[in-house]
């Protein structure tokens, strides 16, 4: 991998890997597929800032380079703050479902499931369906709660989970 080749690089590789696997992105896209894909973008901008100005602007294409590199990072970055917006409006309304499916007599496994499934498809849904998975492969409960909520890296769902934990 790409990683041995650059050594110095080897931290931010590892802090890009929870940020890809945070989006469900990780191991479908590693972070050296990534980093691929952002060269691509960089590749791209500078072909077209040659086409359109000419070749005699080597300067300007070597800028869109770089500003077609520096977008893949800025839109990751955006959708990770619009996530963390989102889960921030929901959460309130998947905690309400979550208390009547409880007191109504339900397990907090079940009632998770009966949100998962009435949910429109979301964030907050993706954290609850990687929870079941987690329940479902032999995980004891309040540790899938923590694990994905270390994984999403939200605040309020590390909250939620340490309170569910206690």
């Given amino acids: 991998p790409l990683i041995a080749s650059f050594p110095g690089r ?16 990780h191991p479908h896209i590693t972070p050296d597929v990534w980093l691929a894909i952002r060269a691509v973008h960089g590749f791209l901008a500078s072909a ?3 086409a359109l100005l000419g070749t005699g602007s080597w300067l300007l294409s070597v800028l869109a380079f770089f500003a077609g590199y520096a977008l893949g990072g800025a839109w990751l970055r955006s959708k990770r703050q619009e996530r963390e917006r989102l889960i921030g409006r929901e959460l309130p309304a998947y905690l309400d479902l979550l208390t ?10 079940a009632g998770v499931r009966l949100v ?4 429109p498809p979301g964030p907050l849904r993706s954290y609850f369906e990687r ?3 987690e329940v479902r492969g032999g995980r004891p409960r309040a540790q899938c709660f923590t694990a994905v909520a270390e994984v999403i890296a939200v605040e309020s769902l590390t909250t939620l989970a340490s309170a569910l934990a206690h």
């Fill in 131 to 133: 929870v079941l998975r």
């Fill in 116 to 119: 998962v499934d009435q949910a």
């Fill in 10 to 25: 080897r931290r931010r590789w590892q802090r890009l890997e929870p940020i890809l696997d945070s989006f469900d992105l």
């Fill in 100 to 109: 009547v499916c409880v007191e109504a007599g339900a397990t907090l496994t």
């Fill in 48 to 50: 077209i800032a040659l």
